[in-house]
């Protein structure tokens, strides 16, 4: 079975902080697919980022970066110099290898950044 | 290009009556799944497709249907709507690989009375 955890159910930060979301998963699958969504106040699911399971080199975009680690099964997310527009509900997800398979969603973590 | 679109985005339905959600995407994608958002929850897989005629049921499917003739189009039907059915759904649509991202449309604001 697969499943996707994110610990932190929500998370408070002061504008400019660094802050990092975590993202565990499992899966028995070798070839596998990881993704993070952000869904801001207004409601749609935007997606951010995938990364192959083969694939380690950390992502950087911006003031977004992405550190995936197989040894540990976590694909967290950090955002640096956090503003005020990132406070949003931030979505892991796990694609398996199976043609056609369903994507599995963490619960979810709310981040809010205060000015 | 539209990507994934969804049709109405507000709906107040009474205990008892029937409707369906629209969705559509025009990327020809093969997936097509629906999923329901519970206030201050995750996402909750209802229904998916992998192509025009194949349909199956995710975590919650109790209490909708839903078809898939069109490569294009998955609604979403509630036969008859409870109060606990209140949600915002999310319809989403992806290629069938592994590799392929999922991208929703906007949601649907449901409320049984």
């Known amino acids: 079975a697969q499943k996707v955890t994110q610990a932190q159910t929500e998370i408070s930060v002061v504008e400019k902080e660094d802050v990092t979301l975590d993202c565990v998963y499992e899966?028995?699958?070798?070839?596998?697919?990881l993704f993070w969504y952000k869904q801001p106040p207004s409601g749609e699911l935007v997606f951010l980022i995938r990364?192959?399971?083969?694939?380690?080199q950390n992502e950087i975009s911006g003031r977004y970066s992405w550190n995936f680690q197989k040894s540990t099964s976590s694909f967290n997310f950090t955002i640096t110099a956090s503003q005020v527009v990132d406070s949003a509900v931030y979505f892991c997800?796990?694609?398996?290898?199976?043609?056609?398979?369903?994507?599995?969603f963490g619960p979810g973590t709310r981040l809010s950044v205060l000015p | 290009n539209a990507g994934v679109t969804q049709t109405p985005k507000f709906q107040v339905l009474k205990t008892g009556q029937s409707m369906t959600l629209q969705c559509a995407q025009d990327?020809?994608?093969?997936?097509m799944s629906w999923y329901r958002q519970d206030p201050g929850m995750g996402l909750r897989l209802i229904h998916y497709s992998v192509g025009a005629g194949i349909t199956d049921q995710g975590e919650v499917p109790n209490g909708y249907n839903v078809s898939r003739s069109t490569t294009e189009d998955f609604p979403l039907r509630l036969l008859s709507a409870a109060p606990s059915q209140t949600s915002v759904y999310f319809c989403?649509?992806?290629?069938?690989?592994?590799?392929?991202?999922?991208?929703f449309g906007p949601g649907t604001r449901l409320t049984v009375l």
């Open positions: 989403a649509s992806s290629g069938r690989q592994a590799r392929d991202t999922q991208y």
């Open positions: 990364r192959n399971s083969f694939d380690e």
């Open positions: 997800a796990l694609r398996g290898d199976n043609y056609g398979q369903n994507f599995v």
């Open positions: 990327m020809n994608h093969e997936y």
């Open positions: 899966t028995r699958d070798t070839t596998y697919y």
